[in-house]
Each structure stands twice: as C-alpha cells, then as structure tokens.
C-alpha cells in the first residue's frame, strides 16, 4: 500500500512537485473508484468508524499535541473549541460514517432515458465529478465527513486542513487509509496534504489538470482568497444573509414563532435571518409583540424609522446593516410598503442564500417562491431549516452559493455529474 | 425604450465603465425574466423571426461591408464562408427561432417534492442562471441562436462577436431589439456589445457581480485565453479528441459503417472520429476492407506498427498522433490486446469528448459505457452524433466539456439552474 502523504516538506522537496504527485495519484485513484461497488465503498466508511473508535486513545493523544500549540499559541476559544476532538465529537464522526454508509449510492444511476425516431436510446448517467480539493479551516472532524461523503459518492479527495489541526488531521489520515486497505480500495482514494506550507492552498487551486472542483469549508477569508486565485472551479459558500418577511396576509402567532425560530435557534450558522422584512399594514399588530420576545433573549434590534416607531428601544439601522450578516444576536427589521419593496430589497442586500415568506395568501406566497432569486426559498418556514439533513438529504457536504451545478445544501447527488449515454444498433448519421 | 448599446467606443469613454453599465443593465433585466411569461418569450422569438425576414435587405447590406473588409483584409476562404448571412443562413436562422419558440419553457417547472417528517415539503424549482455572456468568433448566426436560446431559458444575455463581424451583429442586434419590443420584454434582455475594442473580453469575463456564466463559442485560442483570464465561471468546449473502439466481439458490417461514418459524416465537427482502437482479434478481418473505404475516401491513415502490417499505405503514427483533434481527413489507428488496453489509450489521451464502442458482448457495451469517463459513451453509433439535436434536446447552445453543470449537448435545461423551494405553515426547527 502507498502512503498517503509521498513527501514531507521537511525533505525540501519541491512544493510543486509535492502537490502535483497528489494530484497524479489522485487521479489515478479516481479512475478506480469509478467503478468501485458500493459494497466496497460502506466496507470502507464502516472500516474507518470501527478504527475511529478503536483508535480513539492514540488519536486524542495527537490532538492534545495540537490543543497544546493552539493553547501556546494564543488561539481563540471558539477556535480551541473546534479543534477538539472530544468524545463527543468522535461519537458524532462514528455515526456520520455509517449514516453515509448506508445511503444509497448515486453513482451509475440512469436518468429516464428517450428513445429517438432512429431507434437509438438517449440518458443520462450519474457519475462521480472525479478529482474533489476539499481546502478547510481548523475543524479535523471535515477530515472525517468530506472524505466519507466524496468517496461514497466515487471520487478521490485530496484533503488540506488547517495547520492548528496538522497532527489531529494526520492521525485522522491514518484511520482513512485503514479503512480503504480493509476495504482493498486504492490509498490514494483520499489524501491528506502533509505539508503545512501555506502556498499548498494556491497550488490546488490552480491543478486544473488533475482537480476538478475545489469545495472551500471556512470563513469568507479563505473563500476570497480562493476565489482570486483558483483556476479550478469552486463550490463554494459564501454569506448567508437571510431575510424573512411577513407579508400583511401573515397569520400572527406563526409570524412571531417562525420569525423567533429563525433568529434564534442558533446565531451563528448562515441560515440565521439577518434581517427582517415586515409589511406596513401588519407591522402595528406583530412588531411590538416581537420586539419583546427578541429583547427578552438578548437581541439587539436595529430598525428603519416606521420600525422605531413601533419598538422605541430599536436603534437606528443604516445600509451597512441591510448589508451585514452578524451571525450573532442582532437583527435589522425594515418595514416595507409591500412585497415588491420586500422583493426589491432582498434583491438589493441579500446574498441570495435562504429568504422566507410568512403569509396566508397564495398569490404573495407564490410570487415571492418564484420571484426571488435565492439558492433556498420558503414559504412559512424559518430560514434555519438551511441544511442537508433538514431537507432530506442525509448529509451534506456545505451549502453552495454558486449558481452552476449545485446550489443550496449539497449532498451526494451534487458532488456526481451526469454524462450522456447513447445506445444504437449501427445507426448512421446523415 | 433605452437602446441596447449605451456608447459608442469611438466616444472615448471608459472601457471598463461601458461594459460594467452593460452587466448592470443586464443584472436588472434578468430579474424581469424570470417571471416573464412563456407567451411572451415566443412571442419575442416570432417576432425576431419576422424582422429577419423584413429586414433581409438592410442586414445583408450591413453584411456586404463586414464581407468587403474580410477580403481586404485577406480572411480565410472558411472565414469568409462563416461570415457570410446568405439566403439559406438566414432562412435557418429564422427556423431556428420558430423552432425555440415553440419548444417547452423550462422555467418554474418543477422536481418532484418530497415531505420531510416534520410535514414540509421540499422540491426543487427550475430558474435561469441570470446573466449570461457569450464570446464568440466571426459566425454572426450565433447573435441569434445563442440570444434565442437564452430569452426562452429566462436568461439575460450580453453578446461579443467578432469583430469582423460587427456591422452584421449590430444589425442582428436591431432586429432582436424589435422582437424584445413588440413583446414588451426589456431592451436590455439580450445586448450586443458595442466597442471592437479587444480588451472588452477580458473585462466581460471578471464581471462576477453582474456575469453568471460565460460560454465561449470559438476556436482552442479564444478558449485557452478566456480560462486563464476569466473570473466569471466559463462553460466551455475545448477539443473533441474522439475514439471508436471496435472490439473482438463487433459485427463486421456495423463496424464498417459506423466507422466511415464516424469519420466522414463531417470532418471539420468536434464529435469526428480522430482515433480508432480495434482489437487485436478482429484487427486482421476489419481493417483492410476498412482502409479500402477510408483511402477510397481520401482519409489519411497513420497507425501503430500492427496496424501498418495490415494496411500497408499508413504511414507511422506518433504520440503526437494519439493527441491530436485533426478536424480534417486524417485518421490514427491503433490496434489493442483488450478493452482495457483501449479504454487506457482513451483514458491518456482522450479529451472526455465522446466515445464509442462497437460490439455485440454485453459485458464489454456496458464496462465500456460505465468506465470511459467522457461526456457522451455510446454503443454501437458513430461519435458523430454528438449533437443536441440529435440527442432530442432541441437546439443547443453548445457541447460542454465541463465536468461541472452541463456535460455534452447543453440545451434550454443546461442554461437554467434549480432552487431549492420548501412550503410549510409554521413548522420550527429544533
């Protein structure tokens, strides 16, 4: 069996070189898992929960190395947080292992197929994208689930974590390449990067030869940086700045439970409403009732004038909060003539992530689901619900802002392509 | 009505500044299609249709004066043939649109949904991508079929011709802008890009605030400079290195014909046959009477040393041979032991283009069809049916060789995207 990783970067080989041999195998690895059963995929998933578990002690142990640096270091607690891997959290990648190992595998299903007046038979099969960079932040349980996820949907993964998580994420590599020798799949199925060179992340980005789409997991800085250097195609997730309106048809107290729900449930995911759309002639009746709930839990509430006429204890919002996703207890609430001014707005400041409408009315629920232009939109629904498992996709690999490919939560089916299958019996053309 | 072109060029404003006002135009007009209706889109498209046939006269007019400085300025036969709008250019361009606006408006149809335990329920709806820009060469025909086909997909379009062709597409552009009118749609639904000024196409290409996708429609130079220049993902189609690869269990006869045809139907397509693979089994009983027909033909014959021991007339083959999309009567042969030594061959030197197999085993059709990663795999069909067309979609607006979005034949579905739409009466999460 190969190593995961052919070179350290201590050996002062060339960088370039380093990562174009895993992109080299990686390719390679993928020609393999093309045709890969699924049989051997879950053998593999489940091979690696029974060695996370099994491993558990050595792997804790190599974590501990990096919460020490990150502690001496000076890391943020939210940052420490993240970086460990508590019994818990090993717990959480044990049983998201073998959730995905008993999805149903996406790869070599047929789209309905037509047959053409010459006889031919035209469809279109699922296939895997092929070469997927998976580029994150200081997390090492995506190690575990972007892995899981690509190679249950037939692609080789080449893995670059952050540099706090360097031994947590080698440990992590240890345990996957177990499970796909257990499972007699190729080790270069997954890699993980092993240099901690920062310049591996632009190298990637531009292996156009070898990786087909890099899927960026972590904060907007990363994404920007990304985004201005990458010559391969990026799935990526941008702001997620949300906005529910209530429309003047609203029932109240589904208004004010969605509305608290959607503001609440947790602040920092992108699904959080950021700012609140409310229609004049409904504003009266639900934005004090609201204002009370909001203010009781801590959130601070910024408002146009028409709002802060209606919750005296609203301060005074300008643009850059229509703009801002806080991720936080704040929220901007805006009261609007109409739908078309909410639409205009949305249109204006969202980021084109998850919008809602909170309404009665057919006609204003339909326009607003088609009209606006977001990856997710909902009718009666707090914008929270933004995640794969909530919409039945088992598990999810991110939530995409791109418009090609996949938008919105992204699970197996978006990390397959479809390619055209044409079957005849000598047909010619012309 | 506002014109489709804000300034002239010649006027000396700022090039960055022009072509920005045509992404902003654009970006409003997008958000007016979505909702507009499929009456109207074939209306638009009717009327189109009606003005190139009024104003035949005037455009073949305009067309002289591109004519007349392509042969001053000493453009290849081919390039004038190209740019030339005769009577039977413009009667298919008038087909072609009468053919679009009767084809199914994808927008807003629906996948099915499903209800998620909490009892939401979850689809997914078909919507345009939004804006899209189209950089192509000297053929102005594309002004109309790449503008009808996006007005029926619900996308706004900027278009950039060559500029040899500017005074037809100007002229072209008049006529859509009549179209959009006497269907009350936006002027800026479809614009032409004004200025011949070179750098234009860069500048079109890092509009990622107001470009969703850029399609390039021309030769491997135009292509390979929009990729490394471009921010703005790129649908695009690089070359058509295709295979057909007889195998041990292949009908003569279907063999014969399938293969002339693959290579003769036409060979200036991307979908023409560039190397046959035979097997060795069959080689000796399928290649003479093969390279009677070919060189009957005036096909060239290069093959491997097995190969020119049973067509003597070939000369020797190279790697550079295996590489090579000749788009003219040349043809590479190869004799292999097996179908993996085939679907290797493919797999090093192909460019995912389109496939084909000839052969009557079941086993090998279908690891063929489910190994060869390309965009189209057939059985038993010549590669050159690698055409939107003729897979039933309609029109197409190109072939993709992406691996992301759209693969092969990208018609009216390939220029929309799906949004996720989830529909509850107040469900809350957690």
């Not at 080789?156 to 996957?176: D, P, V």
């Not at 969605?258 to 009746?285: F, P, S």
Request: hydrophobic share 40%.
């Amino acid at each position: 069996m190969n190593a995961p990783i052919t070179k350290s970067s201590t050996q002062k080989t060339n960088l370039v070189d380093e990562i174009t041999t895993l992109g080299i195998q990686a390719r390679q690895a993928a020609r393999t898992l093309v045709t890969a059963s699924s049989q051997a995929k879950a053998k593999a998933l489940r091979a690696m929960a029974r060695h996370l578990e099994q491993d558990k002690a050595i792997l804790q142990a190599e974590n501990a190395k990096d919460l020490d640096a990150a502690r001496k270091s000076g890391l943020a607690p939210a940052m420490i947080d993240r970086l460990t891997l508590s019994d818990k959290s090993l717990k959480t990648m044990i049983a998201g292992l073998l959730q995905i190992a008993g999805m149903p595998d996406p790869v070599g299903s047929m789209t309905a197929s037509t047959t053409r007046p010459n006889g031919m038979r035209v469809g279109q099969m699922r296939v895997p994208i092929g070469v997927i960079g998976i580029i994150y932040e200081s997390r090492p349980n995506v190690t575990i689930d972007a892995a899981a996820l690509c190679l249950k949907s037939g692609n080789a993964t080449i893995l670059r974590g952050g540099s706090e998580a360097f031994h947590s994420n080698h440990a992590l590599g240890a345990i996957i390449q177990a499970g796909l020798a257990d499972a007699d799949l190729p080790a270069h199925a997954v890699q993980v990067v092993g240099t901690t060179d920062r310049n591996a992340v632009g190298l990637l980005a531009t292996l156009t030869d070898y990786i087909d789409v890099i899927i960026p997991r972590g904060g907007k800085g990363l994404i920007e940086r990304l985004s201005s250097e990458a010559r391969v195609p990026l799935l990526k997730h941008l702001e997620g700045n949300c906005h529910v309106y209530i429309d003047a048809a609203a029932d109240i107290d589904k208004a004010h439970n969605v509305t608290v729900n959607a503001k609440t449930y947790r602040y920092g995911i992108c699904g959080a409403m950021e700012t609140l759309l409310v229609h004049q002639d409904i504003a009266a009746r639900i934005l004090p009732r609201l204002a009370k709930t909001l203010l009781d839990k801590g959130v601070e509430l910024r408002g146009c004038a028409r709002t802060r006429a209606l919750i005296p204890q609203a301060l005074a919002a300008t643009d850059e909060d229509w703009a801002t996703e806080y991720l936080g207890p704040i929220l901007a609430i805006r009261v609007v003539d109409n739908i078309d001014e909410a639409m205009d707005h949305i249109a204006r400041w969202g980021s084109g992530h998850t919008e809602s409408i909170i309404t009665e009315n057919l006609s204003a629920a339909t326009r607003f689901q088609r009209e606006v232009d977001s990856s997710s939109v909902y009718i009666n629904l707090p914008t929270c619900f933004a995640d794969g498992f909530e919409y039945g996709l088992g598990a999810e690999i991110g939530i995409s802002t791109n418009r090609l490919h996949a938008r919105g939560p992204v699970g197996l089916e978006g990390l397959t392509t479809l390619k055209w299958v044409l079957t005849g019996d000598g047909q010619l053309r012309g």
